[in-house]
């Protein structure tokens, strides 16, 4: 006859009430230690203010000098909208998935969504509100509306700084290559071939075939 664990006095009562205590516990004080641990400040107190505050840090934007308070996690998306008010840079994934956050860091596409403001000290950051100058529109830009390159026009900020970017550094570039450099942007209106002809013509008047 097979003996019930469960009736053995020798075994120790576990209930879920303190199986889930038990866990809170351990899971908090791995939360606390990681914290110390962060905080280089072994055996001492945690530091609330370590969590909240904020720094000052001056970035570049669109060839100006912009000085702002960021909380260490802000995220370059939220400096740019929240603190600049530099609203073309669109947020709508803010994950990395869709491409509408693109802005230029040293040239090169970056989503904002995905870069801390602190990381882009030190960098030129160029959103869409820096690609024309006084005299209007960039060239891609330009094309973009004359091609009909956007609907609701969310992703389109996000495509023109790809756009930029990838003619900037191929000038004969291809319509694949075009297709490529835009493989980050996301269109929910489904205007990539007005996107890609707008990014062809754009191409072609800045090698100087007007
Ligand atoms: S909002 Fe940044 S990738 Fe979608
Ligand atoms: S034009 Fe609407 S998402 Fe692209």
């Known amino acids: ?5 469960h009736s053995d006095p020798k075994r120790p009562t576990l209930s879920r009430r303190t199986f889930l205590a038990g866990a809170g516990g351990v899971a908090a004080s791995g939360a606390l230690g ?4 962060a905080a280089g400040a072994e055996g001492a107190q945690p530091e609330p203010a370590i969590l909240r505050g904020t720094v000052e840090i001056t970035l570049t934007v669109n ?10 996690r802000t995220t370059l998306l939220s400096a740019l909208r929240d603190r600049l008010e530099l609203c073309g840079t669109k ?10 956050c693109t802005v230029l860091l040293d040239g090169e596409p970056a989503n904002a969504c995905l870069t801390l403001a602190v990381s882009a000290v030190g960098r030129a950051v160029t959103t869409v509100e820096g ?3 006084e005299g209007g529109l960039s060239v891609v830009q330009e094309e973009l509306c004359t091609h009909d390159g956007l609907m609701c026009g969310f992703c389109t900020p996000g495509f023109a700084m790809s756009l930029t970017a990838v003619l900037a550094r191929d000038p004969e570039a291809s319509l694949d290559r075009i297709r490529e450099g835009c493989a980050g942007n996301l269109c929910r209106c489904g205007t990539y071939p007005h996107v ?3 990014g062809l013509e754009a191409a072609r008047r800045l090698r100087g075939g007007r």
Request: overall charge negative.
């Open 1 to 5: 006859m097979t003996r019930d664990p």
């Open 34 to 37: 990681a914290h110390l641990e």
């Open 63 to 72: 060839g100006r000098a912009r000085t702002l308070q960021v909380e260490p």
């Open 91 to 100: 947020s709508v994934c803010e994950r990395g998935n869709c491409g509408a």
């Open 131 to 133: 690609l024309g100058d």
């Open 196 to 198: 890609f002809q707008a």
